[in-house]
T-cell receptor, first 120, second 110 residues
Framework: QVQLVESGGGVVQPGGSLRLSCAAS????????MHWVRQAPGKGLEWVAL????????YYADSVKGRFTISRDNSKNTLYLQMNSLRAEDTAVYYC?????????????WGQGTLGTVSS | QSALTQPASVSGSPGQSITISCTGT?????????VSWYQHHPGKAPKLMIY???KRPSGVSNRFSGSKSGNTASLTISGLQAEDEADYYC??????????FGGGTKLTVL
């Protein structure tokens, strides 16, 4: 069965960095686009970024463009999110989500999430 | 990328039907047939319930249905059950290969 397990969350000061990972299993990872979606405390879901199946194209929400970088290692079945210049408003549970195809935007499997907290 | 507009809460009794609306603009909901709906029980992974406006993934009950008219999409749940109580989010494709979610609707089964 499909499993997505996020890790790497923690507490970081404003201006700092965090690197999140998402270990995937149960499907052919290299055939699907992958997304990051976040949920700030008490708020709704927010789409963050997409990376295509082969890592060739990446897309970002305006709120993170230039600060966050999505990447993947298909040999390790792992998705990453490098988050730099972090702000208090980046505090959220970060979910990785599998795309139903490559860029459909239908998130058919999700992980349980990892919490990133930006605080001094 | 403004969030899509959903009612903050809806409620219904077991067996009844409810509808959750999701209003956007011609640049997202109204411009593409790429609206999806997610059920989220707090502390758990969200679950895809409807995609491409009205399609149901395998395994999702046919009590869940989706539709769209103009800039507003809707999720209808018929025959409400206690386990349907959750937060529901709509999502739409926008231009430039980005996506936007709604603010979420808390469904209470009375």
């Amino acid at each position: 069965q499909v499993q997505l397990v996020e890790s790497g969350g923690g507490v970081v000061q404003p201006g700092g960095s965090l690197r999140l990972s998402c270990a995937a299993s149960g499907f052919t990872f290299s055939s699907y686009g992958m997304h990051w979606v976040r949920q700030a405390p008490g708020k709704g879901l927010e789409w963050v970024a997409l990376i295509r199946y082969d890592g060739g194209n990446k897309y970002y929400a305006d709120s993170v463009k230039g600060r966050f970088t999505i990447s993947r290692d298909n040999s390790k079945n792992t998705l990453y999110l490098q988050m730099n210049s972090l702000r208090a408003e980046d505090t959220a549970v970060y979910y990785c989500a599998k795309d139903q195809h490559d860029t459909s935007g239908n998130f058919d499997y999700w992980g349980q999430g990892t919490l990133g907290t930006v605080s001094s | 990328q403004s969030a899509l507009t959903q009612p903050a809460s809806v409620s219904g009794s077991p067996g009844q039907s409810i509808t959750i609306s999701c209003t956007g603009t011609s640049s997202d909901v109204g411009g593409y047939n790429y609206v999806s709906w997610y059920q989220h029980h707090p502390g758990k992974a969200p679950k895809l319930m409807i995609y491409d406006v009205s399609k149901r993934p395998s395994g999702v009950s046919n009590r869940f249905s989706g539709s769209k008219s103009g800039n507003t999409a809707s999720l209808t749940i018929s025959g409400l059950q206690a386990e349907d109580e959750a937060d529901y989010y709509c999502s739409s494709y926008t231009s430039s290969t980005t996506w936007v979610f709604g603010g979420g609707t808390k469904l209470t089964v009375l």
